[in-house]
Every structure is written in C-alpha cells, then in structure tokens.
C-alpha cells in the first residue's frame, strides 16, 4: 500500500472516530442536561431546545453554507475531509439520539462533555479535517493570521454560547463555558501538547558565556544566529533554542546569572519534530501533495 493510500485510510478513521465522540459529547451529556456548545453545533442544540429539530438534520444544513465558504478558502483536501465529517458526525447525531446520561452533578457532566468534545475535535482536525462550522473560521484564522486554532475556534464559539443564555438559562451558561474551556484545552493538548516545547531568542553581549552554561546545564543544542541592530548598525550574536517546559525557569536563571541585561524572547513551539525531541505520532506526510486526496 503506498503512503498515500495509507494516510488517507488513517485519516478516515480518525474522522470516523472523532466524529463519534463528539456526536456521544452532545448526545449523552450536552443535550440532555440543557447544556449549550458553540459554533453550528450550538445553533443546532439551541433548535433542538426550541423547536424540538433534530441537531442530525441542522448539522448538515447550516454546514453546508461554510463548507461554501472554506471550499474558496482551504484546500481541497481539507475540505473533502471536512464534508466526510459533517456526514458522518449527523449520522452518528441520529445513531446515538437515544443515549441519555443526566445528573444532578452537572459540573461533572460539563467537564465530560467538553472532555468528549475536544477528543472528538481533536481527532478529526487530526484527521486533515474539521467539525466545519466556526471549525472552518479557526482554520482560517490559523492559516491566514497565525492565531492558534483551539484559541480562535473558542473566540467563535463564544459568539454563540453568550447569547444562547436567552434559550437555556444562566446557570446552564456558565456550566456550558466551563464545558468549552475544557474542551479547548483538550483539543490544544492534542493538537499541540504532544510536544509541549519552548523557542528561546536571547541577544547578550556575553553570548558565549550563557551558551555555554546552557550546554552544559541543560545539555540542549544552540543555534547562533548572525544580527545587525538597526538603530547603531551593530553586529550581533542570536542565541536560539528550542526548550521543554520544565527547562524554562532553569534557562531563566543562568540567563539572568550572567547577564541580567539580556535582552529574551519566549514563545510557544507548536510542533518540534527532529534529533532530540519525539516525533509526533500523527504528523502527516509532508512530501504529500496537499490537493490531493
């Protein structure tokens, strides 16, 4: 089987996954429990909750005027996943209708649902696609302006969550945001978690010194970088490295030890693949040529 057959089949399951958890999410816990979402799933739930229509049939529906919007957009690849999804998510929606679970402890049943939620994103933008509705303007956002997908498909969420206290309550609200919080943090994680790294840029005059101790130290490559200040058109040495976590504060430190003055940059690594770091387990194949299927 070639590569791309390969990668093709995998992302299918992980689409046909996804989109099972994310239909259970909304059909166990969100709907039964008078629990809003955001984006077209909140819009289909807040149907449901007004005028009895099933989320199987909206989903489809309101889908199809973004899936307009992002075939212009997004490449042809992703598109064709994400109408894979939205099929298989309202099919799932209907399969799974009659799956109940309602508690009294309905911060319990938010955090699941926005666990189950953020799985089920998770694994179908892993997939190549997305759930589409405020699932495609995320896309967007990251392709186009940088923002970081899990973070902007939230910013959108809201816009729907806010309102939809007219529909089922404020309580309910505020357990809804807790869902999404969680949610987004759960699709962050697995969209970027698996390599939960830090760039550092630091620009000192005793460069070498702090190279150095980093080297020893912490036993990370270094990337010197060659500068020009703009202003007094001087030469100057750039310090990059690629850190975890637990290695900021300590970085931090024999920074500050040598040159308190030194000027540093911290930035969040969404993906770091190479010698020394772990390679991502669902990266997708590179040399693939991103309109094909």
Known sequence: MSKKNKTF??????ITLGALIFA??????????????????????????TNGISPALTNV???????????????????????????????????????????????????????LMGIGMGMIMRGNGTTAGSAILAKLMNKYLGWNTSYALLFFDL???????????????????????????????????????????????????????????????ITVLNGTGYYKKNEKKLLYIVISRQQLLPIQKIINEIDPLAFVIINDAQ????EGFTRDFFEEEENQNPNEM
């Open 9 to 14: 089949i995998i992302n299918i399951c992980k």
């Open 24 to 49: 259970l999410a909304v059909n166990v816990f969100a709907l039964p429990n008078n629990l809003g979402e955001g984006g077209v799933t909140g819009l289909t739930m807040i149907l449901y909750y």
């Open 61 to 115: 529906l309101f889908n199809a005027v973004l899936m307009a919007i992002g075939y212009k957009f997004l490449d042809k690849k992703t598109i064709w996943y994400t109408g894979y999804a939205i099929i298989m998510l309202s099919v799932f929606l209907k399969l799974t209708d009659h799956i109940h679970f309602v508690s009294d402890e309905v911060m319990i049943v938010a955090v699941a649902a926005g666990v």
């Open 159 to 221: 816009i729907v969550v806010i309102p939809s206290v007219f529909v089922i309550g404020f309580p309910s609200l505020m357990f809804t945001l807790v869902s999404l919080t969680v949610s987004t943090k759960v699709l962050d994680f697995i969209l970027e978690g698996f390599n939960p790294k830090k760039t550092v840029t630091i620009i000192s005059e005793k460069h070498e010194e702090i190279a150095h101790e980093i080297s020893t130290k912490l036993e990370r490559g």
């Open 271 to 274: 993906s770091v693949i190479g």
